[in-house]
């Protein structure tokens, strides 16, 4: 900590911190990017490890409520705090009501908490978060399976300034506090409710007439859910609408992804996979209205649509990076001789044809010709689809691309 200055009398000693302020290291600190090199800023010296410490934003801990008060104390500006717990390895008693007393009591200036998979929690704790967290805009109570509508609405009632939620697998959430969210939460942009089976065309009605700036909404496996509601969120939303998932939703059809087209021209993410009543016509429309948006479309087992409205899909969407048609068996190779018409390469990255018998080595090296990016390719079951049947008609497949015949290889992340 100390440096040889020589002078006229000797070299002498000076101690760095006897000549930086803390305004001036806490300046050093913010030019550091990664979080290892922060850590080690504070390995220095005790003053250093306070001024790091005084300085971190973000937090990720698993402790009861005597180490989260002490916790409180040395990471006074934390805006950060993830106590989510793994999903296959959970420690007992895992986050409990206590800790949420004190998270709202200690932790005033957080704006992003993540309470995922912690199912000890309940309405108890909920209800001190609401009290205590006015400037909260993202919580995440995924798989948190005892909380209730009354629990969440007391958070959307005392979180104001509240821009996310992540609700999936909280099976006791319904239309109540969707009402609440609409009436409480003006500046939401993203909900997630996979999940929630309560969830009825209604609530989502009702979401949407105070919610009008969403940008992300999941509803997938919300079985109640159907074209009434879907149809009211892309008329609501229309302008800020980007991603919407429906996975499983069995009441969706055409007349939502009609009302999609018709509103929503900046939609870059859709996942109707599952959605069995959605045909060609409709697809064909969206394709034609958000051609130069979408980027990640799912659609397998949609079991209705054809070469028709996939050729109109490649045509169309430019910018597409993630495609699935697992299970779609109308379509067939045609569907990609659209491609030899377009000039420049596509921007698909995934592409999933799993389950499509009528897929073959002839439609996958039409698809190559005009994919030089491709990174994952899953050709699982199909028939006339092997590794041999691939070298033998000489496919050329990019160098970064991962071809996934039998189920061996991890899926990316894209359409997840």
Not at 34 to 60: H, M, N, P, Y
Not at 212 to 219: G, N, R, S, T, W
Not at 235 to 252: E, F, G, I, P, Q
Request: proline share 2%; glycine share 8%; charged share 25%.
């Amino acid at each position: 900590m100390s440096t040889p200055i020589r002078g006229e009398a000797g070299p002498a000693e000076v101690c760095i911190n006897d000549i930086l302020t803390d305004d001036e290291l806490r300046s050093v600190l913010a030019k550091l990017d990664s979080e290892k090199d922060k850590e080690i800023f504070g390995l220095v010296c005790k003053r250093w490890l306070t001024l790091q410490s005084s300085e971190r934003r973000k937090l990720a801990a698993r402790a009861g409520p005597h180490m989260l008060v002490m916790l409180a104390a040395r990471f006074a500006r934390v805006v950060e705090l993830d106590l989510s717990q793994s999903v296959s390895r959970s420690f007992y008693p895992g986050v409990t009501d206590a800790d949420l007393a004190v998270v709202a009591n200690k932790f005033k200036r957080l704006k992003v908490l993540n309470l995922s998979n912690c199912k000890g929690i309940t309405d108890k704790g909920m209800l001190k978060l609401g009290d205590g967290l006015s400037s909260l805009q993202s919580l995440d109570v995924s798989n948190c399976r005892k909380l209730t509508d009354r629990g969440l609405e007391a958070v959307a009632k005392g979180c104001h300034d509240m821009r996310t939620m992540h609700l999936a697998g909280c099976r006791f959430v319904s239309d109540v506090l969707l009402m609440g969210l609409s009436q409480n939460c003006p500046s939401l942009e993203g909900l997630v409710l996979g999940g929630c089976i309560n969830i009825t065309d209604q609530g989502i009605t009702d979401l949407v007439g105070g919610c009008q700036q969403i940008k992300l909404l999941d509803v997938s496996k919300c079985s109640n859910l159907g074209d009434f509601g879907i149809s009211n969120v892309a008329k609501s939303c229309a302008s800020s609408l980007r991603t919407l998932k429906l996975l499983d939703c069995c009441k969706v059809g055409d007349q939502s992804i009609l009302s999609l087209a018709s509103f929503c021209t900046g939609l870059e993410t859709l996942v109707v996979s599952g959605c069995r009543d959605i045909s060609d016509e409709s697809l064909k429309s969206l394709a034609a209205a958000c051609g130069n948006s979408l980027k990640i479309l799912g659609m397998n087992w949609c079991l209705n649509i054809s070469d028709l409205s996939l050729s109109s899909i490649l045509g169309r969407c430019r910018y597409l990076e993630a495609l699935d048609i697992g299970c779609c068996e109308e379509v067939t190779d045609a569907a990609f001789q659209v491609l030899a018409s377009v000039e420049d390469e596509l921007s698909l990255k995934v592409l999933k044809v799993s389950n499509c018998p009528n897929i073959t080595v002839t439609g996958l090296g039409i698809i190559l010709d005009k994919c030089r990016s491709l990174e994952y390719l899953d050709v699982r079951s199909c028939p006339h689809i092997s590794e041999a049947a691939c070298d033998e008609a000489r496919l050329q497949f990019p160098d970064c691309c991962k071809v996934n015949y039998l189920g061996r290889l991890s899926e990316p992340d894209m359409l997840l």
